[in-house]
């Protein structure tokens, strides 16, 4: 969350960027709650002093008509200060809840838009394939090589679930092991991380765990969720802790399961491996300075980009737009690829990343010393090292072959044990 002096001393460009962010927060009523805060913080205190002097006085050596005024008055600076702290505390809440809702600042280059379509292409890498053939979707080659069931999944789990088979396990394992040695040559500490989190680290940040709007799975009773990304357990990792600078930046790399309920997510863009309820990752998560953010952000994004430059696979660079943009991050660049089968040929989106400065930092209390000797708060960073089944998706698109078998990209194959997969006579 942004700091609350901030919004104050910051209002309209805070309300612009909002409105920049196509999001709906109220800025007005945090300074409200803000000042009023502050207030009965102030008058808390003139009662406690009041409190304090009482009890001084009651020591003294007094008649029993003065012990008899100091005890009623007293009592009745105690009944105040219980009324002024439960008054507080709802208003505490209150500024909380309202805070939490106004999104990051942007970085001033990043482009304002409301639409994934007004996002600015910064870099192209390689080019699109011309089949000299009619060209499958990843769904169509997936029933023909028998390693994708997704009407057992959906059967089994409901839709947006799927099985994957024979080849397309090892292929899995073949990008990930390709990802994390990728982010072991790169000085990454690895993690698996649990693949369930408390609501309040999840908050922290960025993400709902409740309500219609929520992309996570809450598990019932029990005050926690299923992970939709490792950038959830990652960033928790150090909640309420003080780092020394000196350790800073740390990069972190975590394999995880991810559970999204997608809710409201249809369309031809949908289908298949785009977008599903389960799947594996291997995310890139950083802690640092703020000196040191902007620095790192481009890092995370030139190791996305040396991913998929190995993988062969044909892909642009965006700078995200304002309306585009998650809550917490400042700025992101998504890395899409080019997808044959979406739409007769586009690019779809692949990994993320993105510089969230102090905002999840300030949600989940993780500070650093500085050299002045005051705790500050990191900048925390994160990116998608692999999301397994877009990746697939594209493989399996721009590595077919005619005779409908599908080559394996050549940094895989040592991990994969085969260099084709051949259809299935079923």
């Given at each position: 969350?942004?700091d609350y ?5 910051n209002?309209?460009?805070v309300?612009?960027?909002i409105?920049n ?9 945090v ?8 207030k009965m913080v102030?008058?808390?205190q ?5 409190r ?6 009651m ?5 029993d ?9 007293g009592k009745s ?12 505390n709802q208003?505490?809440t209150?500024l ?13 280059d990043a ?5 994934d379509?007004?996002n600015l292409?910064?870099?192209k890498v390689?080019?699109?394939r011309k ?13 023909s ?9 959906t ?10 088979k024979?080849?397309a396990?090892f ?11 990728t982010l072991?040559?790169?000085?990454f500490?690895m993690?698996?991380t649990p693949?369930?989190?408390k609501?309040e ?7 709902n ?11 019932e009773?029990?005050?926690?969720c299923l ?5 959830i ?12 600078k ?7 790399g975590?394999l995880s ?7 409201g ?9 785009y977008?599903v ?7 890139m ?6 000196e040191?953010?902007?620095?790192i952000?481009?890092k995370?994004?030139?190791?996305e980009?040396?991913?998929f ?9 965006v700078?995200?737009c ?17 997808m044959p ?12 990343t ?5 905002y999840q ?11 002045d000797g005051?705790?500050k708060?990191?900048?925390t960073?994160n ?25 394996i ?5 040592p991990?994969?044990?085969?260099d ?7």
């Amino acid at each position: 969350m942004l700091d609350y002096r901030f919004i104050k001393d910051n209002l309209e460009a805070v309300k612009e960027n909002i409105k920049n962010r196509n999001m709906t927060a109220d800025a007005d009523l945090v300074v409200e709650l803000f000042d009023k805060r502050t207030k009965m913080v102030t008058d808390l205190q003139v009662l406690q002093t009041k409190r304090n002097e009482n009890a001084k006085s009651m020591k003294q050596k007094l008649s029993d008509d003065e012990r008899k005024k100091l005890i009623e008055e007293g009592k009745s600076i105690k009944e105040q200060i219980s009324k002024m702290e439960t008054e507080l505390n709802q208003v505490e809440t209150d500024l909380d809840e309202a805070g939490r809702q106004i999104p990051n600042m942007i970085h001033p280059d990043a482009p304002i838009g409301k639409l994934d379509t007004e996002n600015l292409e910064v870099k192209k890498v390689g080019t699109p394939r011309k089949f000299d053939f009619e060209p499958k979707d990843h769904v169509q080659l997936g029933e023909s090589l028998d390693i994708i069931d997704f009407d057992r999944g959906t059967k089994v789990s409901g839709p947006k679930f799927y099985y994957l088979k024979n080849e397309a396990v090892f292929l899995e394992q073949a990008l990930i092991m390709y990802a994390l040695n990728t982010l072991r040559k790169h000085g990454f500490e690895m993690f698996i991380t649990p693949d369930v989190a408390k609501e309040e680290v999840l908050k922290g940040i960025g993400f709902n765990p409740r309500g219609n709007e929520s992309n996570v799975y809450s598990i019932e009773d029990e005050g926690t969720c299923l992970v939709a990304t490792a950038e959830i357990t990652l960033g928790g990792y150090h909640q309420n802790e003080i780092l020394e600078k000196e350790s800073l930046p740390r990069f972190y790399g975590g394999l995880s399961h991810c559970f999204r309920r997608e809710a409201g997510a249809a369309g031809q863009f949908s289908k298949g491996l785009y977008r599903v309820h389960q799947f594996d990752k291997v995310e890139m998560f950083a802690y640092s300075t703020p000196e040191q953010s902007d620095q790192i952000h481009e890092k995370l994004r030139l190791i996305e980009e040396e991913i998929f430059s190995g993988l062969g696979l044909p892909f642009h660079v965006v700078d995200t737009c304002s309306g585009d943009l998650g809550a917490p991050a400042y700025r992101k660049w998504d890395l899409e690829a080019w997808m044959p089968g979406r739409n007769g040929g586009e690019y779809g989106e692949v990994t993320s990343t993105s510089n969230c400065t102090d905002y999840q930092a300030r949600r989940l209390n993780i500070k650093y010393k500085d050299d002045d000797g005051k705790n500050k708060y990191v900048h925390t960073l994160n990116g998608t090292a692999i999301a397994v089944g877009r990746a697939m998706l594209a493989i399996l698109e721009n590595y077919q072959n005619a005779d409908g078998s599908v080559t394996i990209p050549e940094v895989l194959v040592p991990y994969c044990g085969f260099d084709k997969i051949l259809p299935k006579n079923k």
